[in-house]
């Protein structure tokens, strides 16, 4: 049993001796290049690495597949800095030179302003969605902010009891022993 556990250490030693730190190589190659109709000024990789998102000279976003068939496009506002898309997938944000975050949708529809200054100058979206980072090299700043997005739910024409315009409670219980 010992010369077993020797055995595997001594092998161990070798190949820990045998690799050394930082010398590591990188195979590449390139798999497509996608020829596009605008100059390129930024790109994003959609989270399921389906989809490549690119932010154009020309204020548009195009979403294309891996095998380079565009799936869509859509206008954004003027003078684009940078951009970011959301993890959960559902938010485009594009940064502009006059300190506005546009948020998008998917289907191109702008949803929301966030006035951050004209001092950031690149933004990245949290894992989950909730946060956006904005930086400032200038102030060698970063702000994070948080996201909160409401959805509204048309209950036009739904059954009800009672009064239309009553109170509505949410009582929560998570204290269960």
């Given at each position: 049993m010992n010369r077993i556990i020797l055995k595997l250490f001594a092998v161990s030693l070798v190949l820990a001796l045998s690799i050394s730190v930082g010398s590591a190589e990188v195979e590449w190659e390139i798999l497509n290049t996608l020829k596009l109709d605008a100059p390129p000024l930024d790109v994003a990789v959609f989270p399921n690495g389906k989809y490549v998102f690119i932010l154009t000279h020309d204020s548009s976003v195009r979403i294309y597949d891996l095998d380079g068939h565009l799936r869509n496009k859509f206008k954004v506002v003027k003078q684009a800095l940078d951009f970011a898309i959301a993890d959960n997938g559902r938010s485009v944000f594009v940064l502009?030179?006059?300190?506005?975050?546009?948020v998008y949708g998917l289907d191109g529809r702008l949803r929301n302003k966030i006035e951050v200054g004209k001092q950031i100058d690149h933004?990245?979206?949290?894992?989950?969605?909730?946060?956006?980072?904005?930086?400032?090299r200038?102030?060698?700043?970063?702000?994070?902010?948080?996201?909160?997005?409401?959805?509204?739910?048309?209950?036009?024409?739904?059954?009800?009891?009672?009064?239309?315009?009553?109170?509505?409670?949410?009582?929560?219980?998570?204290?269960?022993?």
């Open positions: 502009t030179h006059n300190g506005r975050i546009y933004i990245k979206v949290g894992p989950r969605g909730e946060r956006l980072f904005a930086t400032n200038q102030n060698q700043t970063l702000d994070v902010i948080a996201l909160n997005f409401f959805q509204k739910i048309s209950i036009e024409g739904s059954p009800f009891k009672g009064p239309e315009n009553a109170p509505v409670v949410i009582a929560e219980f998570s204290d269960f022993e």
